[in-house]
């Protein structure tokens, strides 16, 4: 039977050339913090994220402020998927969906289980994310080798993965709750919402400046300033037209593209990748937390994508796109288990204050995601090959 094709489009095209560069800069980033925290120098390194200003160490300015810019281009790729993209068509979004739903709880259920009650029960959240451009970075150096189909679900289940990581963030990783703030956050994302929706302003600068301030009242309200990216990503006027460059949506996501890719990830990445491996570091590895964050990314996101798409599928709640194959859909979910820049997210609001626990969680995240990582390669370039009749678009 022929095969459906695949078409990508322009915008995604640039989303996926976006992140996929990044993946290779990342890498180098993280060998260079590590190096550094680990040489003669490694104080000084460490102590320099550390330096204040307006109030707020530079390491802080980058995981709130600079995050939150991150969290806005997700945001805005998310609000592209929906309108106009695979996630558009309810059928079509359907399988990724379901597939970051089993993606999230088995992973998070996992460690759970191996934490309850303990003192690291708050990192249940840590191996529920997919890091978009590290997948990414894979699926390109596979080129052709893969269905173009895979692609698209890759980067469908993935977003929707970390919007529910901002979710479990707002909702679990809160420590104190000022209502006041809240509300007024709220109140200027009803305001650009006004202005979108009802005056229909097509200017950026509103709706820029209005983000800055929303930011600001969210980041005093108690949860995580990096939500207000996201808030302000859907209130931004959106063009369902493919690579309309009238659109604020689009051009602003164009603009965010190198940015968020060449220095606010690697920014991100320096400061938080600065892990201190003592004599210890492998003793740390066995502990129930670290057992749990690896299992969860190693096992609980292939294991929970495949299975609950497969049932979902077998269900007829869903259907598997003609040119993927189960062996495609498990590939994915090996993907998905390269944490990395989410998880690390997640595990410094976690276990904010344990210096030591953050030190071994982020070593098992970054072990777990090189052999996720390594290990989806392998699979999809030994038996990921696309049907014959797959004539998709190059990568």
């Known amino acids: 039977m022929a095969t459906e094709k695949t078409f990508l489009s322009k915008s995604f095209q640039e989303f996926f050339d976006s992140e996929k560069s990044n993946g290779i ?22 102590n320099l994220w550390q330096m204040h200003a307006g109030g707020l160490s530079l390491e802080h300015w980058i995981n709130d402020a600079l995050m939150a ?42 460690h759970f289980m191996l934490n309850s009650g303990t003192p690291t029960q708050a990192g249940f959240g840590i191996p529920m994310a997919t890091d978009i451009a590290f997948a990414l970075g894979v699926l390109a150096i596979l080129g052709n080798r893969i269905p173009a189909s895979l692609k698209v679900f890759v980067v469908a289940f993935a977003v929707i993965d970390d919007l529910c990581a901002i979710v479990i ?13 809240l509300a007024a956050a709220c109140a200027v994302w009803v305001l650009l919402l006004v202005l979108n929706r009802i005056f229909r302003v097509m200017s950026m600068i509103p709706y820029l400046l209005g983000g800055v301030v929303m930011w600001v009242f969210m980041f005093k309200s108690g949860i995580h300033a990096t939500i207000a990216g996201v808030m302000l990503a859907f209130a931004i006027p959106y063009s369902a037209r493919d690579n309309d460059e009238k659109s604020p949506s689009y051009k602003l996501e164009h603009i ?48 929970g994508v495949t299975f609950i798409c497969f049932v ?32 690390i997210f997640i595990t410094n609001l976690a276990f904010a204050g344990s210096v030591e626990t953050v030190n071994a969680s982020k070593m098992a995240i970054l072990l777990a995601s090189l052999i996720a990582g390594t290990t989806g390669f392998l699979w999809l370039k030994l038996v990921g090959q696309p049907a014959s009749t797959d004539d998709h678009l190059p990568a």
């Open 25 to 46: 800069l990342l890498i180098i980033c993280t060998l260079v913090s590590l190096l550094l925290s680990n040489s003669p120098v490694g104080r000084d390194y460490l």
């Open 256 to 303: 965010l593209h190198k940015p968020v890719a060449f220095v606010v990830l690697p920014l991100f990445a320096l400061a938080n990748t600065g892990i201190l491996i003592g004599s210890d570091w492998m003793q740390s590895l066995f502990s129930a937390n670290s057992v749990g964050i690896a299992a969860g990314l190693l096992v609980g996101k292939p294991l």
């Open 69 to 110: 810019i991150f969290f806005l281009l997700i945001g805005l790729e998310l609000e592209r998927e929906l309108y106009s993209g695979e996630l558009s068509n309810f059928r079509n979004a359907l399988l990724p969906l379901v597939a970051a739903i089993g993606g999230i709880a088995l992973p998070a259920l996992i």
């Open 169 to 181: 963030i707002a909702v679990f990783y809160t420590a104190q709750l000022s209502i006041g703030y």
């Open 312 to 343: 979902a599928v077998a269900c007829g709640i869903c259907r598997l796109p003609s040119d993927l194959e189960w062996r495609h859909i498990f590939g994915a979910g090996v993907l998905g288990g390269i944490g990395f820049t989410m998880s």
